[in-house]
């Protein structure tokens, strides 16, 4: 038999295609025959085997072939001593053995890598870098999930001995890393394969007694200033740590939630995933997350403390997409959270965009007083306080939103159904002198009752509420919320619209400090900011007053500037003062021409830059249906008269903004 | 990165050189997709762009490898042939950079490479791929000068065992 060349020639030279089938079969054939004899060793033994891996190349059978690289392999550790005298590595075998199973074994065969398995092990820890970057090649290609558990551990402490050794030689050599960089950038991509065959061996590489590898490799690598410490790490160890993470934060995506791993490994992973929420599969990130936080064991508060923190501190449950994130969040962390943090979710769930705080309270409200809630959720709701917190507070401030917009076909059932259930919380919670938690809701409920009692139509319903209150003023209870309940019952007897703006919803609350504005703060919430609205351009006022208006007309010689489906604006020159001296007076009228009242109506109005704007108090900010509301513009300075009017109002509770520009037909 | 999926050397006449799987393909798989790229590549007129678009879904309904690519670039007689990942990371500049690394690293190493010294040394073209890739294949080394090193050594080191062997 001949030599491996010889055999290629005559496949190369072969005239025809059958000529070439043959010689192919009759060396295949002789190459079964000669391998399966113990006899043939060494130089003829790789011989064969070099041909069986060009029969793999010619696209031959070698299925007969793939015990033996594995024998090539064993064969030459078993006789390491006897064979070679200096160093006993056999290079040549190992590398022959390897590369024949690397080729032949792939996708093959899962039950022959078993046998390999003890090889790799004792390989990947040969004193030359050589073979056992060939055995963590071997690893990376063939592993299936049995290997890659069978070695995880392994691998990891091989990439953690010579990282270290990187570290050590940075002592001596502060230019070279020795002869590590090879096995680590092996070992590396080594561990990515595994990753990819298994995710939850993650678990391995961030265990904290090992060291985070991650962390390691960088501080290994990197200087603090992020420069890299030594010179010579060629590209592809960089590529090898650039490819190990991003298949660990591939992992992370797929971790498997339900196995039990230790809380810092999953605190871990939480956190990993959520500093990289910009990946794209937000959803499905928060789908598991929500998924895991509903089945968190009593065990886990801590954790799904942590998870529900750095949800809340990423801000990404405060879009309109993730609104149904949010509630089911705060339904599943609810039992786990304190005091400061619910009052931390209420801040958010007021100052969430009014799209994204309408769909919250839709799937509030259905979670509330839907008959079919799951068996589950029923128990959440039993124990949940930071739920109960937020619903009772949620139907304080939105009280319009859920009475009058969300449901109008029934919102006599909706009305109802709060009632009873302020009641229930009322009940549930009754002993606020000793109990801290029942003070903290009651100081919600009584506020809420008495901002939901401006929505409700029904006059038994709104004096069922007035009684809760009655109930906690009395003396005997807890003094703050007995005090907080007498001022809130002495407005509640004060007419609807003059109670819906004191009880109006509470603005946007801009952080400063920790703790959200405390409820009492409701009542003096009628102050706004000060919009800079095209403040170079114009100068520009804004002008916003509570006082409640008398009928007015609006005088027959007016014009009208402006109309949409639910407002009209008109404005008239006021007798007696006419356009004179650069000074021009004038009334506006803003008429509601919907069937809803206009409620909390802002107006912010600039001028040319040439001239100055002084904006008097609006009559009435809430207009109702038909109502009319006046305000006076006085206009200083030179030139077109012209305007810009920002309107802010609330249609029906649904907030509204308009802009126009009108120029009227005089100068000054 | 690179996420090759496989890695073939082809002659002009269609005979395979040199050939490794990265990605998991069944032995079935495997035949009709090396029978598809050997008569697509060899088809490709010189003008035509180095990337083709692959179907995979006749072959295979197991896995989503249905948006596959297969791209070749041409040296003297030989096709070098990486199958791809159809996704929006993968840089088809960056595919053929890295089979240019891998061509220069060849020359250098057999000294002015012909498809001869491929055919009759075909391990040694296997070692030095596998330096150049990674098991899931993606680039494991860069540097031409640091993969001749190391190949050197390992081809020294396996001079030595056969010296040694002779010897004892």
Known sequence: MGSLRHFIKDVKDASTPKKERDIINKESAKIRTRLKDDSVQGERRRTYTSKLLYLYVLGEKTSFGQVDCINLLSVSSSSVSTLNYEGGMDFENKRLGYLGVILLLKDENQELLTLITNLISQDINNSNKYIAGLALECLGSLANKDLARDLCTDLVSLITKCVDSVSKVDNLLTNSTGNSSYLIKHGLVAASSLLKKDPNLLTHFLNVDNGNIINKIFDTFYGADGQLKKSDVTHGVLLSIVDFITSCLNCKKLYDFDNNYDFMIKRKVIFEILQNEKIAKQQTILNHLIEFLSQAKSNEGELVNYCFKKLIEIHVLESVENSRFLTRAILYCGFYLKNDQI?????????????????????????????????????????????????????????????????????????????????????????????????????????????????????????????????????????????KSNQLLSLFSQPIDKKRQIFAKMPEYKHEGNRIKDTYSVKSNTTVQQVDLLSDLFALTNVQTSKNSNSLDIPSNSKEIFSNDSLKIFYSIPDGKPILNHEANLDVYYKNTSQFEISQMHVFVAVGKSQNIEVGHLTNTDIPSNGISKQTFKIMGQGHLMTRIKLQYQINGVPSVEQFDYKFDKDI | MLDLQYMILLSKTGKV??????????????????????????????????????????????????????????????????????????????????????????????GNVCELDIIYNFQKCYYIMLETFSSDGNLLESSKKKILHDIQLMDQLENNDSINNILS
């Not at chain 2, 490794?20 to 088809?43: C, G, N």
């Open chain 2, 17 to 110: 050189r040199c050939i490794r799987w990265f990605a998991e393909y069944t032995s079935r798989e495997k035949q009709v997709l090396l029978k598809d790229v050997i008569s697509l590549v060899l088809t490709r007129k010189a003008k035509e762009s180095n990337i083709i678009e692959y179907d995979m879904k006749s072959v295979s309904n197991t896995k989503s490898l249905n948006g596959h690519r297969v791209m070749y670039k041409r040296y003297a007689s030989l096709y070098f042939v990486a199958g791809i990942d159809d996704s929006d990371s993968c840089n088809e500049l960056l595919i053929l950079e890295s089979i240019h690394r891998f061509v220069e690293t060849l020359d250098k190493y057999f």
């Open chain 1, 343 to 483: 009052d931390e979710v209420l801040t958010i769930v007021n100052n969430l965009d009014p799209n994204a705080s309408t769909s919250f309270i839709k799937e509030l409200i259905d979670l509330l007083f839907s008959e079919d809630i799951s068996k589950e959720d029923k128990i959440f709701f039993e124990s949940n306080f930071a739920f109960k917190v937020l619903s009772v507070w949620c139907v304080g401030e939105y009280g319009s939103l859920i009475i009058e917009t969300l449901d109008k076909s029934s919102s006599q059932t909706t009305s109802q159904q709060i009632v009873d259930y302020f009641y229930k919380i009322n009940n549930d919670y009754y002993n606020t002198i000793e109990n801290d938690s029942a003070s903290f809701i009651i100081s919600y409920l009584v506020t809420a009752v008495a901002k939901i009692s401006t929505y409700i139509q029904n006059k038994a319903l709104i004096e069922k509420l007035r009684q809760l209150l009655v109930f906690h003023s009395n003396k005997t209870g807890n003094l703050i919320i007995s005090v």
